[in-house]
Structure formats: structure tokens, C-alpha cells
């Protein structure tokens, strides 16, 4: 398709576990973003990659959560040691670089710690 | 740091009334502002950029930078309007992206 996609859609996982959420990208967009949507909370930010240079992690919420970007395309968010407060659904957009291009988002990843 | 505001989590008109979701933003250097919407079981969609100074669907925001807001407007709201409205601010010298905490609109028939 031409779109964002995520997978999985929905994962359910014991507090303690480690999840793997992932997101393809749309082919030729080189800024890619992760953002957590809680009830009530809005879009958080939580990382962004810009083609080669260092990804802005500051909205990385801590040490459990870390995300990389492989070839420039597919990018993985990882969640060690889930805890219960990290239940929310988990989004990704991606960009072409400039000015006033628009951001599209995949479908999310609901993400729930049991 | 930048940052975006938006003031109201539940907003509700009736079905042909004027509607306007507030957007306010800190931001030190010139923005590019956004609004984007969510409609229900539908994944976030651009709405419109305030450079296009574009009227989508009826809605309209206008910059103001002197109050630092990004309102959104719509003269005659309608029953499909009903969405999670997001205003999100781009700075000019990078990507990142930051979005306001949401409003949800509810037009009542």
C-alpha cells in the first residue's frame, strides 16, 4: 500500500515483557515520528528520525524505550519491561523533508499491559 | 522549548452553529502551524497549514502572531464535523513536530 503502515495493531502483553512495535514508512519520506496517544493525554512526542542525522529522542519517556530506523525506511520502537502506565496506542507518521509537508500517520498500534 | 495549547479537551455545538477550537502556541522563532483531525476508527489526517491560507471542509485558521493562536472556524458547523481536532506546530529550523493535547468537537443534531 501506499501509506504508513504499523504492525501489530493491537498487542496485549504481561507487565514485565519486552514489545516490538514497528512501522513502515511511506517510500521516499525521510522524517519519520513516533507519538504515544493516551486518553486525556493528547499526542505525546516521543522520538523523530531526519534521513541520516542523529534522531531527536528527547521525548523518550525513559531508558525502557528505545527506537531505531534501519536503512533509512523501517523503524522499530522497543519497550523493555513494560509497565502497566505504558498502555496507550502508539502512532507513527512520516514526511517528506521541507517546509509545510504534510505528516501521514499509519493506522496505530494499541498497546496494552496486562 | 516550543509548545501548543489547546484550551478546551470537550467542546459541543448544535448542528449549524459557529464553532472555534483554540490554539494557542509558544514558539521562538516564525512557525508553521497545522491543524489535524481524527475522525472516528479513522487514523489522524492533515486539515489544513496556515501557509495555504485554505478554507477545507469550511474551516479556516488564521495566524496571529501577536497573540501567538492558531483558532480554528467553521460558521456552520455540521453533524460530520465531529472529530479530535489537533493544532500542531512544526519549527523552521528542523522536523519535529509538536501537537497540542486535542479537542474533542461534538456536533449535536
Known amino acids: 500500500g501506499a501509506g504508513v503502515s504499523q504492525s501489530p495493531s493491537n498487542k496485549v502483553t504481561e507487565k514485565g515483557k519486552d514489545v516490538e512495535l514497528r512501522c513502515d514508512p511511506i517510500?521516499?519520506?525521510?522524517?519519520l515520528y513516533w507519538y504515544r496517544q493516551s486518553l486525556g493525554q493528547g499526542l505525546e512526542f516521543l522520538i523523530y528520525f531526519q534521513g541520516n542525522s542523529a534522531p531527536d529522542k528527547s521525548g523518550l519517556p525513559s531508558d525502557r524505550f528505545s527506537a531505531e530506523r534501519t536503512g533509512g525506511s523501517v523503524s522499530t520502537l522497543t519497550i523493555q519491561r513494560t509497565q502497566q502506565e505504558d498502555s496507550a496506542v502508539y502512532l507513527c507518521?512520516?514526511?517528506?523533508?521541507?517546509?509545510?509537508?504534510?505528516?501521514?500517520f499509519g493506522q496505530g498500534t494499541r498497546l496494552t499491559v496486562v | 522549548a516550543q509548545r501548543v495549547t489547546q484550551p478546551e479537551k470537550l467542546l459541543s455545538v448544535f448542528k449549524g452553529a459557529p464553532v472555534e477550537l483554540k490554539c494557542n502556541y509558544s514558539?521562538?522563532?516564525?512557525?508553521?502551524l497545522f491543524w489535524y483531525v481524527q475522525y472516528s476508527r479513522q487514523r489522524l489526517q492533515l486539515l489544513l497549514r496556515?501557509?495555504s491560507r485554505e478554507s477545507i471542509k469550511g474551516f479556516t485558521a488564521d495566524l496571529n502572531k501577536g497573540e501567538t493562536s492558531f483558532h480554528l472556524k467553521k460558521p456552520f458547523a455540521q453533524e460530520e464535523d465531529s472529530a479530535m481536532y489537533y493544532c500542531a506546530l512544526k519549527e523552521t529550523s528542523g522536523s519535529r513536530l509538536t501537537f497540542g493535547e486535542g479537542t474533542q468537537l461534538t456536533v449535536n443534531p
Open positions: 517510500s521516499g519520506h525521510t522524517a
Open positions: 514558539y521562538s522563532g516564525s512557525p508553521e
Open positions: 507518521a512520516s514526511r517528506v523533508k521541507g517546509g509545510n509537508t504534510e505528516a501521514f
Open positions: 496556515h501557509i
